[in-house]
């Protein structure tokens, strides 16, 4: 059963990076086919999908985030990790990882994280 645990602090202040991790058992993040991506919600908005990893490392950005987002991986880990730049309190979301299954693209999610609040806030 793969599962997916994102972690970070919940609190960035404005102009400063948000850096999360998303952890995942069960599964590696190298496994042929798959991609791993980040999407957040906004209070009172929908989902958002900000880019994601393919199994061989190839990175993917939402073109309204890409001057803003990197993607990352650590295989020894088995973690991904989303850094978001310059953040301003919009950025306020709840932020999930989650796994896009071979030959599907987003939305197409099999596996979700619990997701973790973020709060942009001097």
């Known amino acids: 059963q793969v599962q997916l645990q994102e972690s970070g602090p919940g609190l960035v202040k404005p102009s400063q990076t948000l850096s999360l991790s998303c952890t995942v058992s069960?599964?590696?993040?190298?496994?042929?086919?798959?991609?791993w991506s980040w999407i957040r919600q906004s209070p009172g908005k929908g989902l958002e999908w900000m880019g994601g990893?393919?199994?061989?490392?190839?990175?993917y950005y939402s073109p309204s985030l890409k001057s803003r987002t990197s993607i990352s991986r650590d295989t020894s880990k088995n973690q991904f990790t989303l850094q978001l730049s310059s953040v301003v309190p919009e950025d306020t979301a709840a932020y999930y990882c989650?796994?896009?299954?071979?030959?599907?693209?987003?939305?197409?999610?099999?596996?979700w994280g619990q997701g973790t609040q973020v709060t942009v806030s001097s």
């Open positions: 989650a796994r896009i299954p071979p030959g599907t693209s987003w939305p197409g999610i099999d596996h």
């Open positions: 069960g599964g590696s993040i190298a496994a042929n086919g798959y991609a």
């Open positions: 990893i393919g199994y061989s490392g190839t990175t």
